[in-house]
């Protein structure tokens, strides 16, 4: 678990946002319910109210409370909601024993985080408007709906600017006792190395998540996916996984060939030099080609359904595949270029691996603290509560 609480308005913000909201969560419990000890920290007391505020979040509903089968999980949900809180509270009073408190720096600076949310709310609203309307208050309508969303959680904007501004100050303090904490060379060049290796023994691996060290020779195309409803989709897919081979092939056979005039007439305009983009545009039904400039890149094992891989990778450049079928329909394929092996030097990614390593030294070393703290603090769960 990472502690570390960089931009955690934001993230509070978007779980507010993607929330269930309105009819059918399960309605905030009576005050009295709400001011129930559910734990102690040192003497300092956390009610339920505090993890009902948290839990309304996750948009449960009543008929989902009430269903047997989640039974444990829900409890399991609300048993982590509680830890989270007493983790808060710990850090809470070793932040303040080590002099740090709330003031008007932390607030101002929740508030100008908020803010740029909201901002960031407002360019989503004219985003989806097909032309921005000039009489439209995108900036209020943004701002409407995260009052409407705290307003259902039963949380006023003062209140939770105070608590967020209560994370800045803990992850101001988790800060200055880190500020030590960084990677060595060492460390820093043994991911290197190891990293490069499994990379390059696995390219297919390499997430979008991960530094990039190394790309085998590939191949940049670009297609046209004639595409089959998705209920035949679903429903070859569903043979596949029912193990059924045979039937699932010559149903998939039977379904290309009622799309086949059209992938045939696609094809030949694209054979006849016809702007493959300008075709793509017109007749393309992937998803992923819109706005995909660049096209795929596409190597051995590279994780694409097989035959478009194999049809890809047999293309010279600037050559078009006849029709490729596969699971999704019809594929024209072009392919654009050969891209080169590429291996990155570790003096061109050391301030990112730095950066990474160090973020991760930095939460093994808090995670440890407060591992400690906890073994030294007088807490009491009063599980049975919540």
Same mark, same amino acid.
């Given at each position: !678990?990472?502690? !570390?609480?960089?931009?955690?308005?934001? !993230?509070?913000?978007?779980?507010?946002?993607? /929330?269930?909201?309105?009819?059918?969560?399960?309605?905030?419990?009576?005050?009295?319910?709400?001011?129930?000890?559910?734990?102690?920290?040192?003497?300092?007391?956390?009610?339920?109210?505090?993890?009902?505020?948290?839990?309304?979040?996750?948009?449960?509903?009543?008929?989902?409370?009430?269903?047997?089968?989640?039974?444990? +999980?829900? *409890?399991?949900?609300?048993?982590?909601?509680?830890?989270?809180?007493?983790? @808060?509270?710990?850090?809470?009073?070793?932040?303040?024993?080590?002099? %740090?408190?709330?003031?008007?720096? %932390?607030?101002?600076?929740?508030?100008?985080?908020?803010?740029?949310?909201?901002?960031?709310?407002?360019?989503?609203?004219?985003?989806?408007?097909?032309?921005?309307?000039?009489?439209?208050?995108?900036?209020?309508?943004?701002?409407?709906?995260?009052?409407?969303?705290?307003?259902?959680?039963?949380?006023?904007?003062?209140?939770?600017?105070?608590?967020?501004?209560?994370?800045?100050?803990?992850?101001?303090?988790?800060?200055?006792?880190?500020?030590?904490?960084?990677?060595?060379?060492?460390?820093?060049?043994?991911?290197?190395?190891?990293?490069?290796?499994?990379?390059?023994?696995?390219?297919?691996?390499?997430?979008?998540?991960?530094?990039?060290?190394?790309?085998?020779?590939?191949?940049?195309? *670009?297609?046209?996916?004639?595409?089959?409803?998705?209920?035949?989709?679903?429903?070859? @897919? #569903?043979?596949? #996984?029912?193990?059924?081979?045979?039937?699932?092939?010559?149903?998939?056979?039977?379904?290309?060939?009622?799309?086949?005039?059209?992938?045939?007439?696609?094809?030949?305009?694209?054979? /006849?030099?016809?702007?493959?983009?300008?075709?793509?545009?017109?007749?393309?039904?992937?998803?992923?080609?819109?706005?995909?400039?660049?096209?795929?890149?596409?190597?051995?094992?590279?994780?694409?359904?097989?035959?478009?891989? +194999?049809?890809?990778?047999?293309?010279?450049?600037?050559?078009?595949?006849?029709?490729?079928?596969?699971? %999704?329909?019809?594929?024209?394929?072009?392919? %654009?270029?050969?891209?080169?092996?590429?291996?990155?030097?570790?003096?061109?990614?050391?301030?990112?691996?730095?950066?990474?390593?160090?973020?991760?030294?930095?939460?093994?070393?808090?995670?440890?603290?407060?591992?400690?703290?906890?073994?030294?603090?007088?807490?009491?769960?009063?599980?049975?509560?919540?």
């Amino acid at each position: !678990m990472k502690y !570390m609480r960089k931009l955690c308005v934001l !993230m509070a913000l978007a779980l507010l946002i993607t /929330a269930v909201a309105g009819c059918g969560l399960v309605k905030v419990d009576p005050e009295k319910d709400r001011q129930q000890v559910i734990a102690e920290v040192n003497g300092e007391q956390i009610l339920k109210g505090e993890l009902l505020d948290i839990y309304a979040q996750y948009g449960i509903t009543e008929e989902q409370e009430k269903d047997a089968s989640l039974k444990d +999980q829900i *409890k399991n949900l609300k048993l982590s909601i509680l830890e989270q809180l007493i983790i @808060q509270e710990l850090l809470e009073q070793k932040a303040k024993e080590a002099g %740090y408190t709330m003031s008007d720096e %932390y607030r101002k600076e929740a508030q100008a985080i908020i803010d740029d949310f909201l901002k960031g709310q407002e360019e989503l609203l004219k985003l989806q408007d097909e032309e921005e309307d000039p009489d439209r208050d995108y900036a209020k309508e943004a701002r409407e709906d995260l009052l409407e969303q705290l307003e259902a959680m039963g949380v006023t904007e003062e209140e939770f600017i105070e608590k967020a501004a209560k994370d800045i100050m803990i992850d101001a303090f988790l800060k200055e006792i880190t500020k030590e904490v960084e990677a060595s060379e060492e460390e820093i060049q043994k991911y290197y190395n190891e990293t490069l290796s499994a990379q390059k023994e696995d390219p297919a691996s390499i997430s979008p998540y991960d530094i990039v060290l190394y790309r085998p020779e590939r191949a940049r195309v *670009k297609h046209i996916l004639i595409r089959l409803p998705d209920d035949q989709i679903k429903e070859y @897919q #569903s043979l596949v #996984s029912q193990g059924k081979e045979d039937e699932a092939k010559e149903y998939l056979d039977e379904k290309l060939e009622a799309i086949k005039p059209k992938a045939m007439e696609v094809l030949e305009k694209a054979k /006849a030099g016809e702007d493959f983009d300008a075709l793509i545009e017109e007749y393309g039904e992937d998803p992923g080609m819109v706005d995909n400039e660049e096209g795929y890149e596409v190597f051995e094992d590279s994780g694409m359904i097989e035959e478009f891989e +194999q049809a890809s990778l047999s293309l010279k450049d600037g050559e078009i595949s006849d029709l490729v079928g596969g699971m %999704y329909g019809y594929h024209i394929i072009k392919r %654009y270029e050969t891209l080169a092996e590429e291996t990155v030097t570790l003096d061109e990614v050391r301030d990112e691996i730095k950066e990474m390593l160090d973020t991760e030294k930095k939460n093994q070393e808090i995670s440890a603290k407060i591992e400690a703290w906890q073994k030294e603090a007088n807490i009491k769960r009063y599980e049975k509560r919540i």
